[in-house]
């Protein structure tokens, strides 16, 4: 099976903090994903890469930027943590092409 | 260009059936189907492609009219374990890229 990993469940940072988010897949997928899941507002995208060192921002990149270095690992980063950046943040990859997603168990991140 | 789905919410009893609606105001490419378990990832259910075509496995299929841009989830004697939150998603090709928009989701509960 697919398994894309993401690296914390569960993360607490402060106000102005740099965050980084890490997500792996093990299934040499082309595309790889970064959504964040809010109440009622269902999974907005943040920034998707279909290619190593490739970056395309999604509807909601503002305050965001994301790194993709190797074609199993993509990394969301938060530039300066802020308290409206507190969400669910999940990441998912797919091969190239008409197949599904498959996602990792999320990481639910607070910003104090 | 979040896709509207309809009815945010659906209470049914066991064995009861369900449809769950999915209209975009862009051309699609595809549509997906998610399901998500409170707590955990959401699940790739199926996947449609342009042509109006409707797939389907056990008792839950679905339709994609893409004249009219809209996909129907249909589920046929519900079971308990079909409770959860679906979310559909539209693929949209952006710089050269396909990306999915996710709707806001729709809760299914089902009761014994």
């Known amino acids: 099976d697919v398994k894309v990993t993401q690296s914390s469940r569960y993360l607490v940072k402060r106000t102005g903090e740099k965050v980084f988010l890490e997500c792996v897949q093990d299934?040499?997928?082309?595309?790889m994903f970064w959504y964040r899941q809010d109440p009622g507002l269902g999974l907005r995208l943040i920034y998707f890469?279909?290619?190593?060192?490739?970056?395309e921002k999604g509807d909601i990149p503002e305050g965001y930027s994301v790194s993709r270095e190797k074609k199993e690992r993509f990394s969301l980063i938060l530039e300066s943590a802020s308290t409206n950046q507190t969400s669910m943040y999940l990441c998912?990859?797919?091969?190239?092409?008409?197949?599904?997603?498959?996602f990792g168990s999320g990481t639910r991140l607070t910003v104090v | 260009q979040q896709p509207v789905q309809s009815p945010q919410a659906v209470i049914l009893r066991e064995g009861e059936d369900a449809v769950i609606n999915c209209s975009s105001s862009?051309?699609?490419?595809?549509v997906h189907w998610y399901r998500q378990k409170h707590g955990e990832a959401p699940i790739f259910l199926m996947i449609?492609?342009?042509?109006?075509e409707q797939k389907g496995h056990d008792k839950i299929s679905a339709s994609f009219n893409e004249k009219k841009q809209q996909s129907s989830l249909y589920l046929t004697a519900s079971q308990l374990s079909y409770s959860g939150t679906y979310f559909c998603?539209?693929?949209?090709?952006?710089?050269?890229?396909?990306?999915?928009?996710f709707g806001q989701g729709t809760r299914l509960t089902i009761n014994p």
């Open positions: 998912a990859s797919s091969l190239l092409g008409p197949y599904g997603y498959t």
């Open positions: 299934m040499d997928h082309e595309n």
């Open positions: 890469s279909y290619d190593v060192k490739m970056k």
């Open positions: 862009k051309a699609l490419y595809s």
């Open positions: 449609l492609l342009k042509g109006g």
């Open positions: 998603g539209t693929e949209i090709r952006a710089q050269g890229a396909q990306k999915l928009v």
